[in-house]
């Protein structure tokens, strides 16, 4: 039964993907999928700005104390104004989930990466 539910998810695999693109093109065009940019006009007319952008995903979690979790992560990726274009990108993520359990979960944590001089 086993190896029939591989051939079978072998098959699904190779009719659904293309097999012309390797697997970092792949990556990055479901990526796109999940990308909104925020000043891409602004950007574009000005070197100094960075595209600010949303990244938003679903997610889904397993956890014996809260059981089944779902719903959807973001990530608000910056740079502040008047930086070089050596500075990391800045992000900020957010998650919110509803737990079989009938919880609300928001997770929210700021961090800024720096070059290092």
Not at 93 to 117: A, D, E, G, K
């Amino acid at each position: 039964m086993k190896a029939l539910r591989s051939v079978v998810v072998s098959i699904l695999l190779f009719l659904f993907f293309p097999t012309s693109m390797d697997a970092q093109e792949f990556v990055e065009k479901i990526t796109k999928a999940f990308e909104f940019s925020l000043n891409k006009i602004a950007a574009a007319d000005d070197s100094t700005l960075f595209e600010n952008k949303v990244v938003l995903a679903p997610v889904a979690v397993y956890e014996p104390a809260i059981t089944l979790g779902m719903g959807v992560g973001a990530k608000f990726l910056f740079k502040p104004k008047g930086t070089s274009p050596e500075t990391r990108t800045s992000n900020l993520p957010l998650s919110v989930l509803y737990t079989l359990r009938n919880q609300f979960i928001r997770y929210l944590l700021c961090l800024r990466n720096f070059v290092q001089r």
